[in-house]
């Protein structure tokens, strides 16, 4: 299971054995890259309407024209559309996944948009243990994972509503973020931690 959130909706009342997997971080976002800082935000994943992720792109072509956001994935195409002649919106397209980490660091900080509803909220974000492992400042929405998140990891985070009401430059740029050593989240690590080949094995034999 993903974490004991997601196991204990299933309530299996029986002896089959279980292993509780968390998602972690490719090695590959630990190295020590030298690059230049060009942009000012960064969102790295899916931009799709359950995520509302459209009012983050409507907030800096309409509110944030000063500064500039990077978009790295896959866009639809409607999307991409409405925006592609928002000059302080950069879309990269869909990038081969080791280009991430060092595009991703050419900005100061980095946005996490999850909407606070089920089953987005109890959900590990993959995205959000990357950014950490960058170290690159993050803004992000409130919901129950990330909250549990930040208090496991004495992290801080800059937290926004879900309408961006709240996404003040200013507090932003003042604001004394925490970001948290994840260098136990890379995957191998995790590997070790709960024995996954050794428990795959008992299963076999």
């Known amino acids: 299971f993903l974490n004991d959130s997601i196991k204990n909706i299933y309530k299996f009342n029986d002896n089959v054995p279980y292993l509780i997997r968390d998602m972690g971080v490719d090695e590959i976002f630990f190295k020590d890259y030298n690059i230049v800082k060009k942009y000012d935000f960064v969102y790295v994943g899916s931009i799709a309407p359950e995520r ?44 081969d996944y080791k280009e991430v980490p060092q595009m991703a660091l050419q900005a100061k900080y980095a946005i996490n948009m999850v909407p606070d509803i089920y089953p987005f909220n109890i959900q590990t974000s993959t995205k959000l243990l990357e950014y950490c492992a960058l170290n690159l400042k993050v803004i992000t929405t409130s919901y129950k994972w990330v909250n549990e998140f930040e208090d496991r990891y004495n992290a801080r985070f800059f937290k926004v509503n879900e309408n961006l009401d709240n996404f003040d430059i200013k507090k932003i740029e003042f604001f004394d973020f925490k970001i948290p050593d994840v260098k136990e989240l890379e995957w191998n690590k995790i590997f070790d931690r709960i024995k996954l080949f050794e428990n795959i094995q008992g299963l076999l034999y």
């Open 52 to 95: 509302k992720t459209s009012v983050l792109l409507r907030k800096f072509a309409q509110e944030l024209k000063n500064y500039t956001l990077l978009v790295i994935g896959k866009v639809p195409y409607e999307i991409y559309k409405n925006y592609r002649s928002v000059d302080n919106i950069i879309f990269t397209g869909k990038v």
